[in-house]
């Protein structure tokens, strides 16, 4: 498979949570779902072309310094969060692309409001965060086990049914306001069955290099897989919005999950379609300066990939032969 720049709002359209559609995850979405695509031997270095076109434009973003890009990923216990990070993120450079996982909340940020913690670690301006989990945790587990709202320490005016539709609101309401202070918002969530969660918890316990991530926490949490099931349909129904849509990933199939998330935010990227700064004619006559003084000194010409070439991004391909070596 080869999606093309031009091909990817219509390939991530496919994934998109429509505003206002209450959903149906069994009916919807197939967790085995691959587009009709079968895995290509080559899936790697396509991934890998993905990267360094979402490298080129993050350049363009934090040169550019003046809107940044928020991106959530959800989902159960062994959906893959973490390789896909590994994966899509890899080629990005650092300085301007974060990640920030959120676990059980601490007793300094259950001293704060839900949403605090976030705050915290929102992307700069010219960055990328990456959420691994989010405040939508406080709509889906805390949804799933009420019991976790003891340690929040919550007035009691603001308990009720009434609860979980008033954090919708302040959640639709902190997004809208991130997009309209030029951050933008996108929200995904890894679609995993239950049938190939269980096979790779069984990986974890069967592969010596696999035990460390096993958490028999993990396995008492499928006890509730219909209410969580039913958490993220009203969260994806309630919360998907045109600033900051939510996307379903098929996540049965790791090769795919990762090419379509690759794509979900390169299509996002497109969109803000950030650009380099623009030189004043007076810096321009500062660089030229600059230039005639270097020149004398390293005699006249930039070196190796320092060279400032006005190109389009080549992909160098590998030889195909060595490509399909497994």
């Not at 919807?28 to 009709?36: E, L, R």
């Not at 290509?40 to 550019?64: I, R, T």
Request: aromatic share 10%; hydrophobic share 35%.
């Amino acid at each position: 498979m080869k999606i093309k720049p031009s091909e990817l709002k219509k390939f991530t359209s496919r994934f998109v949570v429509k505003p206002g559609v209450e959903i149906d995850l069994k009916k919807g979405f197939d967790p085995g779902d691959t587009a009709g695509y079968e895995k290509p031997e080559n899936a790697a270095e396509l991934l890998h072309d993905g990267v360094e076109f979402l490298a080129a434009y993050q350049e363009k973003l934090y040169a550019e310094n003046s809107r940044g890009l928020l991106v959530v990923l959800q989902a159960l216990d062994a959906a893959g969060k973490d390789s896909t990070i590994e994966h899509v993120m890899s080629g990005l450079n650092p300085t301007a692309c974060q990640v920030y996982s959120f676990k059980a909340p601490s007793a300094d940020e259950l001293d704060h409001d839900y949403l605090w913690r976030a705050w915290k670690v929102l992307p700069a301006r010219g960055n990328i965060a990456i959420h691994n989990r989010s405040y939508y945790e406080e709509v889906l587990v805390v949804q799933v086990h009420p019991q976790f709202l003891n340690g929040q320490r919550l007035p009691k005016r603001t308990l009720g049914k009434g609860l979980w539709s008033q954090r919708y609101k302040e959640i639709n309401s902190f997004e809208k306001y991130l997009v309209d202070n030029g951050f933008e918002v996108i929200k995904i969530f890894l679609n995993v069955s239950k049938e190939e969660q269980c096979r790779r918890q069984l990986a974890r316990i069967d592969t010596p290099e696999k035990n460390w991530k096993f958490n028999p926490g993990d396995i008492e949490e499928r006890k509730y897989w219909d209410d969580y099931m039913a958490a993220y349909q009203e969260v994806l129904t309630r919360t998907s919005t045109a600033y900051a849509p939510w996307f379903v990933v098929p996540a049965d199939a790791k090769w795919f999950a990762r090419i379509v998330v690759a794509a979900i935010i390169a299509n996002k990227l497109v969109q803000m379609d950030p650009q380099y700064p623009t030189v004043s004619d007076e810096g321009k006559q500062t660089m030229l300066a600059c230039r005639e003084g270097l020149a004398a000194e390293c005699g006249g010409e930039a070196t190796g990939d320092q060279k400032v070439e006005d190109k389009p991004i080549e992909h160098k391909k590998k030889d195909k032969k060595k490509s399909n070596k497994k």
